[in-house]
Nanobody
Framework: QVALVESGGGLVQAGDSLRLSCLAS????????MGWFRRAPGKEREFVASISWNGGETYYPASVKERFTISRDKAKSTVYLQMNSLKSEDTAVYYC???????????????????WGRGTQVTVSS
């Protein structure tokens, strides 16, 4: 089992930056991909970013690619999501997830993740 705990959410103004953290514990050797998803009110959970746990390769959807950066520190078993130039439409609960799949193409699909954190609220006021 792998446990994930997110932190770093909060209330910010449009244009501000915020960094989320996700601490992984347990059988982290079984992880190949880590991802961030978000769920805005009334919407489906959507893919935000993913990273190879071992190699560090990153993947983003076009909607956040120029503003969000995912990174990881294996020594600290932590994945980060740096969010810049935040907009009101970025308001959502942000979830960290871990995948045992070795295929990067799987990491943009929530069904391919095996473990999830409880989420952290990000609210961007305009």
């Amino acid at each position: 089992q792998v446990a994930l705990v997110e932190s770093g959410g909060g209330l910010v103004q449009a244009g501000d930056s915020l960094r989320l953290s996700c601490l992984a514990s347990g059988r982290t050797f079984s992880i190949y991909g880590m991802g961030w998803f978000r769920r805005a009110p009334g919407k489906e959970r959507e893919f935000v970013a993913s990273i190879s746990w071992n190699g560090g390769e990153t993947y983003y959807p076009a909607s956040v690619k120029e503003r969000f950066t995912i990174s990881r520190d294996k020594a600290k078993s932590t994945v980060y999501l740096q969010m810049n130039s935040l907009k009101s439409e970025d308001t959502a609960v942000y979830y960290c997830a871990a995948s045992k799949s070795r295929r990067p193409l799987d990491w943009n699909t929530r069904a391919r993740y095996d473990y999830w954190g409880r989420g952290t609220q990000v609210t961007v006021s305009s």
